[in-house]
């Protein structure tokens, strides 16, 4: 698959000096890093990285992710990932796991637009309870080499109260210098629901700082699809381990 044994036990490695902090969560986002709108490209084959965020909300529930991902060509390139999430909400802690596949079919370039597609999953890291399923397709439109679009849509089962939802989200990103990315998106989920809080839309907006193509941090500020109206505020960072001598990783980078 093109990925070598020392790659992988670092991704290993790091994966497994967080889990112990976050194992059982309600739902994982299934978007790219802490960012709920998710973009149409996926990393170079052969590379691989460590996101992870921490989020607290004004009504103190919280949430620890931890999400190591590899490229890899599996009769066509994917990118795979795994979630791993323990959360607080209205006081009781719970556990997940959150697998997902990212298929890219239409490369993004200025001028035109990429398409791509994901499944994921989350399940009870404890019972191994399936909870939710998810099926997206984001697209994304080049305005310019520091400006894009991305749209998301697709549907979302939820397994334990057995509803279907429409899920959606709109989002900017901004290159504006070659080290700041500023990002605001929108999104939801359309459906029957016992809380009507629970299929509003949310917004929030973040910026990234990448020194280099190792290295990044995210401040986002904002609402959760959980947690009512509550305002969020989230801190990630991304550790990425490149194809050595090959191209920058443009998804969600602070490089577009």
Known sequence: MGIGAGRI???????SAWLPIWLPAREARAANGAYAVDAADIAEIGSCKVESWLQAATNT???????????VN???????????????????????LAPKAKWNFVPTGVGRFGLSFYASGSF?????EHRTALAVVP?????????????????????????HYLAYGAGLD???????????EAFGQAGQSDEPSAIRPRFQTGMRYRPNE???????????ITGENANWITLG????????????????????
Not at 74 to 96: A, K
Not at 214 to 222: A, M, N, Q, R
């Open 9 to 15: 036990a670092i991704a290993a490695a790091a994966i």
């Open 61 to 71: 529930d919280f949430t620890a992710v931890a999400n190591p991902s590899c490229a």
């Open 74 to 96: 599996v009769f066509r390139p994917v990118e795979l990932s795994m979630q791993t999430v323990r959360s607080r909400s209205d006081g009781d802690w719970s556990n997940s």
């Open 124 to 128: 009870d890291a404890v019972t191994g």
């Open 139 to 163: 697209v994304t439109y080049r305005l310019s080499e520091t400006v894009r679009i991305n749209l998301n849509g697709g549907w979302m089962w939820d397994r334990m109260a057995d509803r």
């Open 174 to 184: 901004w290159k504006l210098t070659e080290t700041l990315q500023w990002t605001i």
């Open 214 to 224: 190792i290295f990044s941090v995210d401040l986002i500020y904002g609402h959760n």
């Open 237 to 256: 960072t991304t550790i990425r381990f490149p194809v050595p001598g090959g191209k920058p990783d443009h998804h969600r980078t602070g490089h577009l």
